[in-house]
């Protein structure tokens, strides 16, 4: 299937520092699009991909799991690493939980993580039901598009595909566990009013986290999709801000590459 206009994958090679971007389950690079441009104007290598099975129709995620999805991010952050002299890898609700296992899996070769609003757990009924009702039915009502600023569109699928669902609970289940093995400086931003994913999962991450250098912001503004609200700037800027802070190269301009 041909990947929907505005959700294609997003590079640019900047600077010896390198940016990672994970979008969300069921999103797609356009919700992270002006987070990466903001950073490439800056004179950052961005690195922005399109998961498997996303960005295209919500049938195509039935036949992908999580490691599917975490295979690409890897494979992208070990071409970062061979082009940059350091690497930062930040993501947005299940881009998070991504973030989270790399940070975990590759340790002192990721500089720093920056994560917004967060997803490491399944909650309510369907932590319990999806095991069974994926085999009854191929998809509930989708989960994307959960923002405060009028006129501001995620895309993102409509449906949310049962299997990959379940598969997205077991990822969670690996990454809640490997959070102490997380030790890398943290920035993490969150919205008081996410109606996709409740407090308890950012304040289950800087609990259990073995970072000393945390810091979080409260994007009181916005809903779940906070790189596309209100908050958008401030996301940009503080992340920015955090990058710079533990790079020294940062700000060497380059030229603009991808889609």
């Known amino acids: 299937m041909p990947v929907l206009p505005g959700a294609e994958p997003y590079h640019h090679e900047g600077g010896e520092a390198g940016v990672l971007l994970c979008h969300g389950f069921t999103g797609s690079p356009q919700s992270m699009r002006p987070w990466g441009e903001y950073l490439a104007e800056r004179g950052l290598t961005v690195s922005l991909p399109l998961l498997p099975g996303h960005g295209t129709r919500w049938q195509d995620m039935q036949s992908t799991r999580w490691q599917d999805w975490y295979a690409e991010v890897d494979r992208e952050l070990r071409e970062l690493r061979e082009r940059c002299a350091q690497v930062f890898v930040a993501g947005l609700s299940m881009g998070g939980a991504l973030t989270l296992r790399l940070a975990a899996k590759h340790g002192a070769a990721i500089s720093g993580i920056v994560v917004v609003n967060p997803a490491v757990r399944m909650h309510g009924a369907a932590a319990y039901a999806l095991p069974v009702l994926r085999h009854v039915i191929p998809s ?19 449906r949310t595909p049962l299997h990959a669902a379940y598969s997205l609970g077991r990822l969670f289940r690996l990454v809640d566990a490997a959070l102490p093995q997380v030790t890398q400086p943290l920035l993490l931003l969150r919205s008081p009013r996410d109606h996709v994913v409740p407090p308890s999962d950012s304040a289950r991450v800087l609990s259990r986290v073995s970072s000393t250098d945390v810091r979080e912001v409260l994007l009181e503004q916005s809903y779940h999709v906070a790189t596309l609200d209100h908050d958008a700037e401030r996301i940009f800027e503080e992340s920015h801000a955090f990058i710079g802070r533990l790079a020294p190269t940062v700000g060497k301009k380059g030229s603009t590459t991808g889609g």
Request: net charge negative; no cysteine; aromatic share 6%.
């Open 140 to 158: 509930v009502g989708g989960l994307a598009n959960d923002i405060a600023k009028d006129g501001k569109v995620e895309l993102g699928y409509t």
